[in-house]
C-alpha cells in the first residue's frame, strides 16, 4: 500500500493542489512584516526518490518574496510537500517512519532500495518525528486535539492512526496538512484546517 502512494503520480498531484491553495491564501493576506504586496520568488528543489513520479511542479517550492522598497522579506508558506530543507518529500518521511517498524523485512527491503535510502537516514527521520517534531509549536497546537494523548515515541504512526479519513491516502494527506506549519519558518501564522473535529 505505501509503495503504491509513493509511485502514484495523482496523488502527487493532489498535493500539489492543496500547496497552490495554502500559497494563493499567503499571497492574498500580503507581507507579514509591512502588509506589501507578495511576488513569486519559488525556490527550486530537487526532490529525492521518486522523480518518476513527479511533474516539473515539483522542481519549485511555492515561495514569495515582499515588492515593498526596504522590506523585500521572504514569506514561504507552508507545504504538504516539501518537509523544510529535507531532500525527500513529506509523504516519504511520513510513510517510510511510520511503516519501516511494523513492516517485514523483504517489504522494508523493497522500499528502501527503491527510494535509494540509507539506514542512517532513516534512524535520523525517526529521531525528528520523536524528538524535534514534539518540542515544535506546531505539535503543542495540535497535542490537545487527541484524547487520550497520542503516544510521542510512536510518530508518525501513531498520528496517522487516530485521524479519520478513508484509506491511508486520505489520512497521509491529512497529517501532511497538520504539520504543514513544520515545513516553513518564514511565515507564522495559522492554517484553516478543513473542519477538522477539535477532539480526535
Ligand atoms: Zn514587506
Do not use: N
Request: proline share 7%.
Amino acid at each position: 500500500m505505501c509503495q503504491a502512494i509513493v509511485g502514484d503520480a495523482s496523488f502527487y498531484q493532489s498535493l500539489l493542489q492543496l500547496d497552490q491553495a495554502i500559497a494563493a491564501d499567503v499571497q492574498a493576506a500580503g507581507c507579514q512584516h509591512c502588509g506589501g504586496r507578495l511576488h513569486v520568488a519559488d525556490y527550486p528543489r530537487k526532490p529525492r526518490g521518486v522523480r518518476s513520479a513527479l511533474d516539473a511542479s515539483y522542481q519549485y517550492r511555492l515561495s514569495f518574496c515582499c515588492a515593498a522598497d526596504g522590506c523585500r522579506r521572504r514569506t514561504t508558506p507552508p507545504s504538504v510537500r516539501f518537509l523544510g530543507r529535507k531532500v525527500y518529500l513529506g509523504v516519504i518521511i511520513v510513510l517510510v517512519a511510520a511503516l519501516t517498524d511494523g513492516l517485514s523485512s523483504p517489504h522494508r527491503r523493497r522500499l528502501i532500495d527503491r527510494l535509494d535510502l540509507w539506514p542512517q537516514t532513516i534512524a535520523r527521520w525517526q529521531r525528528w518525528w520523536r524528538q524535534q517534531v514534539p518540542a515544535s509549536r506546531c505539535w503543542q497546537a495540535l497535542r490537545p486535539r487527541f484524547v487520550p494523548p497520542v503516544e510521542i515515541r510512536a510518530l508518525p504512526g501513531a498520528l496517522l492512526g487516530r485521524l479519520m479519513g478513508d484509506d491511508l491516502v486520505a489520512r497521509v494527506r491529512q497529517l501532511l496538512a497538520l504539520i504543514a506549519p513544520l515545513t516553513t519558518t518564514s511565515w507564522a501564522s495559522s492554517l484553516p484546517d478543513g473542519g477538522l473535529p477539535q477532539k480526535m
